[in-house]
């Protein structure tokens, strides 16, 4: 199982930390990852994260203003976001134990059911 938390509003510039409590399996024993989505466009991958194979990528969208990361002792998930943008807003999701494919991650066989995010301008 996977919970999100940490979602809600915030002025254009602002920052936010979101989380996902892992429960079932441990965050560090696959390819975790941040999805975004906004009602009627397509999931958006913006993140991924694989300890073991020392792998992080980022959407182009979000790279150098988005870091994911994990707790291994609280088995959590991370998404720490800098200067917000509108375009931010979307309901954000939490995946898990997927696979590495190429610089990425793919296939995940756990999702968590989001956490909204707002951005104001």
């Known amino acids: 199982q996977l919970v999100e938390s940490g979602g809600g509003s915030v002025q254009a510039g602002g920052s936010l930390r979101v989380s996902c409590a892992a429960s079932?399996?441990?965050?560090?024993?696959?390819?975790m990852a941040w999805f975004r989505q906004t009602p009627g466009k397509q999931r958006e991958g913006i993140a991924a994260?694989?300890?073991?194979?020392?792998?992080?990528n980022y959407a182009d969208s979000v790279k150098g203003r988005f870091t994911i990361s994990q707790d291994n002792a609280k088995n959590t998930l991370y998404l720490h976001m800098d200067s917000l943008k509108p375009e931010g807003t979307a309901m954000y999701f939490c995946a898990a134990e997927g696979v590495i494919s190429g610089t990425s991650c793919v296939g995940f066989d756990h999702w968590g059911r989001g956490t909204q995010v707002t951005v104001s301008s």
């Open positions: 079932g399996y441990t965050v560090s024993s696959g390819c």
């Open positions: 994260l694989h300890t073991g194979a020392g792998m992080t």
